[in-house]
């Protein structure tokens, strides 16, 4: 196990995958305090956060198959409102970057896209809890399981 201060050293640009988002605005009981103070750290500018038009994709597509708005609206605030947080688009340059890492690294595309917009915005990190994304050199790869307060 890391602890997230020597994980995030020298880190001053986080990029998110999906599952963070999931697990704080749903309170997963085994990810929540470790995914809450990484977000505090981003809504207090300790480090500024990028994710990508990929994850609200992700993140409406259970609430709307339920019909549940109020989660629908959380994961809106969360992604489009808070403060030291950015969500970015998908244009041809992050596509074309996608493009390389799937090339490169046998990524799934959601992956690659991910990936690629952290790297854009010029992210040292990206945080996931997907261990097999640990091929990308790209970036430091922040897996959650592997992290501890």
């Given at each position: 196990?890391?602890?997230?201060?020597?994980a995030?050293?020298?880190?001053?640009?986080?990029?998110?995958?999906?599952?963070?988002?999931?697990?704080f605005?749903?309170?997963?009981?085994?990810?929540?305090?470790?995914?809450?103070?990484?977000?505090?750290?981003?809504?207090?500018?300790?480090?500024?956060?990028?994710?990508?038009?990929?994850?609200?994709?992700?993140?409406?597509?259970?609430?709307?198959?339920?019909?549940?708005?109020?989660?629908?609206?959380?994961?809106?605030?969360?992604?489009?409102?808070?403060?030291?947080?950015r969500?970015?688009?998908?244009?041809?340059?992050?596509a074309?970057?996608?493009?390389?890492?799937?090339?490169?690294?046998?990524?799934?595309?959601?992956d690659?896209?991910?990936?690629?917009?952290?790297?854009?915005?010029?992210?040292?990190?990206?945080?996931?809890?997907?261990?097999?994304?640990?091929?990308?050199?790209?970036?430091?790869?922040?897996?959650?399981d592997?992290?501890?307060?």
């Amino acid at each position: 196990m890391t602890h997230l201060d020597d994980a995030l050293a020298g880190v001053n640009a986080l990029g998110f995958d999906t599952p963070p988002f999931i697990y704080f605005v749903e309170r997963h009981p085994t990810y929540l305090s470790l995914v809450r103070e990484v977000v505090r750290r981003v809504d207090v500018g300790v480090l500024a956060g990028y994710g990508s038009v990929v994850t609200l994709t992700e993140v409406l597509t259970q609430p709307k198959r339920l019909g549940d708005t109020a989660l629908e609206g959380a994961y809106r605030s969360l992604l489009l409102h808070s403060r030291n947080f950015r969500l970015l688009p998908i244009d041809a340059d992050v596509a074309e970057r996608a493009a390389d890492l799937r090339a490169r690294y046998q990524l799934r595309t959601p992956d690659a896209l991910q990936i690629a917009a952290a790297l854009a915005a010029g992210c040292q990190a990206f945080l996931t809890n997907d261990g097999t994304l640990g091929r990308v050199a790209d970036l430091r790869i922040l897996v959650l399981d592997d992290l501890e307060l």
